[in-house]
């Protein structure tokens, strides 16, 4: 075990669960996170409880819940070391952007991405007082500006955002060793993805994980999948 400090939001299935395997199977200590404690604490049960592993409920669009798992951190750690931004709803296939419920639109990117951001900017201070830290925006091909098309607007827009948080941050932090880094994990059989997805949940986990351990002299600012930069 090292004394790397990691979070997962929306850790207690899918992709974030499998994040937090792979980050407390290389040793770090991982608080694991989800809006529903009841399923939280079930996957840190199947996990079975491993030295490494912590549990603490976290709705990222409630500034009161940021602030309480900031909290947590600062008095059983007293720094943090890895976000890995992973909650993320909505991939809106039913609808495009002629048609869309706007309040569908407006709650998606207040989930991924002003909660990406307000995780960011709360956690931010543990990480320039060590002068370390990496931030993994777990974003989408669909965000990506390049080739975009239509359909899935509000999931498409938040991801795009998203994106552009991560170029800012990193600019933000360039003189901090600071890396922040957004990772399309690709076509992944979770409950969003599907089960006709090209992609097994440990694929897709692989590339987080590998942006969440960088080295010193590792990326900032881009946009990886497989640990290997794409097109914004």
Known sequence: MNDKIALVTGANKGLGL???????????QVILTSRDKDKGMIALKDLEKPDNVWYHPL???SEKSVSAVCDYIKNKFGKLDVLVNNAGINYDTWQNAVNADLSTVKETIETNLIAAWRMAQAVLPFMIEKNYGRIVNVSSGSGAISGMTGGTPGYAVSKAGMNVLTIKLAADLRHKNILVNSVCPGWVRTDMGGSNASRSIPEGAKGIVHAATLPDNGPSGGFFRDGRAIDF
């Open 18 to 28: 499998e994040v937090v395997k792979q980050m407390y199977e290389k040793g770090y």
């Open 59 to 61: 709705d990222v669009t």
